[in-house]
């Protein structure tokens, strides 16, 4: 037997469906939304909407799709408070201080590793956050890695294959290579959707991430790119050849890379979104990503967390919402579309019936629309305006992952 959920008097509904409302965000005012078990079944004007099992009043205030963050490294043990506070008196990041993260990793039990993620997907949760990506990649053995993925798909949405994290202090980076293309990537790939590496001065060059690239495509696995994170780099246009489904950081990008990541998007099909991530940009005194330009050139633009004891220890979406309004100048429609449906399509979660590699079918997340999880997140406020126009405050009124409400 079916349960439908009523949620009505809603102030601002923030679709992402164009042909429901106004806008990127499809916005209508004085609507309803009808949840049927795990899904949407009904979205539009309040006066219209049929009843319900269970009625919610949304007492005018804002209803959003949930956050997706597609790109998280939340499998770890430790922190690096030492690392961040040199990092404020003036020292710059660098790839290395990974390694930290990776023996802290390797000496943690399972049921500490798990505990540990378990906490930083509820604080995620709790700040409206939905949907989730989170990458291995601070295990870097062949045990370590799968042990990560194994903890991973049992908690969160998406796991992706970082094991081309930074080449581990104890190995030769030829036959780490090897390695993480070869008999790591197998022994992991039954655990995740998508493989991902860090291309970057200190981790590893082109030739080197194009076969990982390769590597991950010979076996059917989405890939994306850390690029462009420290400084202009090979990143961006190694990831459109590929067609990498993201890449994530682009810090710093030359008009080349930006006409590469709209080109990607000509003609219909998924193109590379340009995952940007304020946080980390503020965290590591790093430029922020040109996010404005990216869109300017009709690039998917996604925003996320980056959530990760190094460069990003944070899940707030809202924080990397507002300071992606307040200082890279996107509206706010803009980014909050970025943080939602942008993070669905670097996920390939923005479709029905998309069947990840393993052969299972996605939900499609990041809208409020018929058939779509229904994923929602109230604010205590009228508009998502508030989000970036109240920096800071704790807005998140209420959550509902899979119309089970959780907040
Ligand atoms: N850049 C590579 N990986 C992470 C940082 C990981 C770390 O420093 O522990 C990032 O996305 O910023
Ligand atoms: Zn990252």
Redesign the pocket.
């Given at each position: 037997m079916t349960h439908t959920q009523l949620i009505d008097n809603i102030g601002e509904l923030t679709t992402n469906d164009p042909s429901l409302g106004a806008g990127i965000g499809g916005r209508i005012s004085g609507a309803a939304v009808v949840i049927e078990d795990n899904r949407i079944a009904w979205v539009g004007p309040a006066s219209q909407a049929p009843a319900a099992d269970e009625r919610f009043d949304a007492a005018g205030r804002a209803l959003l799709p949930g956050w997706v963050d597609s790109h998280t490294?939340l499998v770890f043990a430790g922190d690096r408070t030492a690392e961040f506070e040199a990092r404020m008196a003036g020292e710059s990041y660098a790839?290395g201080?990974?390694n930290v993260?990776v023996a802290a990793t390797r000496a943690a039990s399972d049921e500490a590793l798990a505990a540990n993620l378990d906490r930083l997907v509820t604080e995620a949760r709790h700040g409206g956050t939905t949907t989730l990506e989170t990458k291995t990649g601070y295990g870097l053995t062949v045990a370590d890695e799968v042990r990560s993925a194994q903890i991973a798909c049992q908690i969160v949405d998406a796991v992706t294959f970082l094991g081309a994290?930074v080449v581990p202090a104890e190995a030769d980076p030829v036959d780490y290579l090897a390695l993480v293309t070869g008999p790591m990537l197998d022994a992991v790939a039954p655990y995740v959707t998508a493989v991902d590496v860090?291309c970057?001065a200190g981790a590893f060059d082109r030739a080197a991430s194009a076969r990982v690239l390769e590597a991950a495509g010979a076996r059917g696995l989405a890939t994306r790119v850390?690029g462009n994170?420290l400084g202009h780099g090979p990143g961006v246009q190694l990831a459109v050849e590929h067609g990498a489904l993201s890449v994530d950081?682009v810090g710093f990008l030359d008009d080349a890379d930006v006409a590469a990541l709209a080109d990607s998007w000509r003609g219909g099909g998924h193109g590379t979104v340009a995952t940007v991530?304020p946080a980390?940009d503020l965290s590591t005194r790093m430029p922020l990503a040109p996010a404005r330009q990216l869109l300017d050139a009709g690039v998917t633009v996604a925003i996320a967390s980056?959530g990760?004891?190094?460069?990003?220890y944070t899940s707030s979406m809202a924080f990397c919402v507002a300071t992606a309004v307040l200082q890279m100048r996107l509206t706010i429609q803009e980014a909050v579309h970025a943080a939602t449906r942008g993070g669905a399509i670097a996920l390939g979660m923005h479709e029905d019936g998309w069947l990840d590699p393993r052969g299972i079918a996605q939900p499609r997340v990041g809208v409020i629309a018929e058939g779509a999880r229904a994923d929602l997140h109230l604010l205590d406020a009228p508009a998502a305006t508030h989000l970036a126009y109240r920096p800071g405050m704790p807005l998140t009124a209420a959550v509902w992952r899979a119309g089970t409400r959780i907040v």
């Open positions: 490294h790839a201080g990974i993260t994290h860090f970057e850390h994170q950081h991530l980390c980056n990760n004891p190094g460069t990003s």
